[in-house]
């Protein structure tokens, strides 16, 4: 029982930590939303032999962003990269954020056993991504191959 409430009492804690780092108008260009993500992804990953890469370009990092935007992305990433590192069984996970034009372009993509999209268990996370990208006037491209991995790419216009 107190494992249990430890584990929820963390989570609320985690939950909180990004409602106040997303309502914060000093986090508002993208490199403070790459920062964020970078933590998430070292703290998650920094006990397993999974090697994450970022690559974030440039002209991305000056990028201005509204709040609701910060929301809809970083959860995007949370949910992508939790699901690379839950089930993907990957050795290797790279992000990439890049600027084409006026668009954002957020790519997790893993080497691990890939999946076919129908014959996955029902759960929110797919759902959920695609609802976010829709919030954000984007979409999102899903490609994913038994033995090579899964490539979940979001394109959404930048403000």
């Given at each position: 029982?107190?494992?249990?409430?430890?584990?929820?009492?963390?989570?609320?804690?985690?939950?909180?930590?990004?409602?106040?780092?997303?309502?914060?108008?000093?986090?508002?260009?993208?490199?403070?939303?790459?920062?964020?993500?970078?933590?998430?992804?070292?703290?998650?990953?920094e006990d397993i032999p999974t090697k994450v890469n970022f690559q974030?370009?440039?002209?991305?990092?000056?990028?201005?962003?509204?709040?609701?935007?910060?929301?809809?992305?970083?959860?995007?990433?949370?949910?992508?990269?939790?699901?690379?590192?839950?089930?993907?069984?990957?050795?290797?996970?790279?992000?990439?954020?890049?600027?084409?034009?006026?668009?954002?372009?957020?790519?997790?993509?893993?080497?691990?056993?890939?999946?076919?999209?129908?014959n996955i268990k029902a759960g929110n996370g797919l759902v959920n991504?695609?609802?976010?990208?829709?919030?954000?006037?984007?979409?999102?491209?899903?490609?994913?191959?038994?033995?090579k991995g899964t490539s979940i790419l979001l394109k959404c216009p930048?403000?």
């Amino acid at each position: 029982l107190v494992d249990k409430i430890n584990i929820f009492s963390q989570a609320s804690q985690d939950a909180m930590s990004d409602i106040v780092w997303m309502i914060n108008s000093k986090n508002d260009q993208f490199d403070n939303l790459s920062i964020k993500m970078k933590d998430y992804a070292i703290s998650l990953s920094e006990d397993i032999p999974t090697k994450v890469n970022f690559q974030i370009d440039p002209a991305l990092n000056k990028v201005k962003m509204g709040m609701i935007q910060r929301k809809n992305i970083y959860l995007f990433f949370k949910e992508s990269f939790n699901n690379a590192i839950k089930y993907s069984n990957a050795t290797s996970i790279n992000i990439q954020a890049n600027l084409k034009g006026n668009m954002i372009q957020l790519e997790i993509m893993d080497n691990g056993i890939g999946f076919e999209e129908n014959n996955i268990k029902a759960g929110n996370g797919l759902v959920n991504m695609r609802k976010r990208a829709a919030q954000l006037n984007g979409e999102v491209r899903i490609v994913s191959e038994f033995g090579k991995g899964t490539s979940i790419l979001l394109k959404c216009p930048s403000i």
